[in-house]
T-cell receptor, first 110, second 114 residues
């Protein structure tokens, strides 16, 4: 089965850098997704990692270590609009859909 | 290109009443998902369709929930009768077939059962 663990809440200051960690346990690996979800809105895709290493996309970067079952989402130059929940999700092996973590609620303060 | 469309956006009903949600996926997306999301939790899959076939409905409470995707495009999720614990946001998502593809979510329907 799948087990995904990420911190429940984090707070960071505007302009700073924050790292949101995700650890997972899966019987097989088929990539890892990060989604952003603002309060009252649907999740939106941020990144998909299938190989080890860091992938940068503007202010957001995502890192994956398959051997450690670990990923993080790095947000730089934080803005108030980055206040949202960040969901880590992995698809189990086989043709099966995503399993989402509970999400990390990030609050950006001035 | 239009995204995933859902309606209604909000619904308030009394317990024991029926309710239905509608979803129109992104054109060309064969895979359609219905999720339920409780406050402070991640989305939990209820059912997944590949075209018109339900390929994963193990999490769907079949005594009161039903879903259909008759022509492999639009889908309807129904609850009959609704219970207080069904209050949640119901999200529809679509993607290209198979895993490893980005899922596009609709805005969701916020259901409140009183």
């Amino acid at each position: 089965g799948q087990n995904i663990d990420q911190p429940t809440e984090m707070t960071a200051t505007e302009g700073a850098i924050v790292q949101i960690n995700c650890t997972y346990q899966t019987s097989g690996f088929n990539g890892l997704f990060w989604y952003q979800q603002h309060a009252g809105e649907a999740p939106t895709f941020l990144s998909y990692n299938v190989l080890d290493g860091l992938e940068e996309k503007g202010r957001f970067s995502s890192f994956l270590s398959r051997s450690k079952g670990y990923s993080y989402l790095l947000l730089k130059e934080l803005q108030m609009k980055d206040s949202a929940s960040y969901l880590c999700a992995v698809p189990p092996p086989g043709n099966t859909p995503l399993v989402f973590g509970k999400g990390t609620r990030l609050s950006v303060i001035a | 290109e239009a995204g995933v469309v859902q309606s209604p956006r909000y619904k308030i009903i009394e317990k024991k009443q029926p309710v239905a949600f509608w979803c129109n996926p992104i054109s060309g997306h064969n895979t359609l998902y219905w999720y339920r999301q409780n406050l402070g939790q991640g989305p939990e899959l209820l059912i997944r369709y590949e075209n018109e076939e339900a390929v994963d409905d193990s999490q769907l409470p079949k005594d009161r929930f039903s879903a259909e995707r008759l022509k492999g495009v639009d889908s309807t999720l129904k609850i009959q009768p609704a219970e207080l614990g069904d209050s949640a946001v119901y999200l529809c998502a679509s993607s290209s077939s198979g895993t490893g593809y980005e899922q596009y979510f609709g805005p969701g329907t916020r259901l409140t059962v009183t």
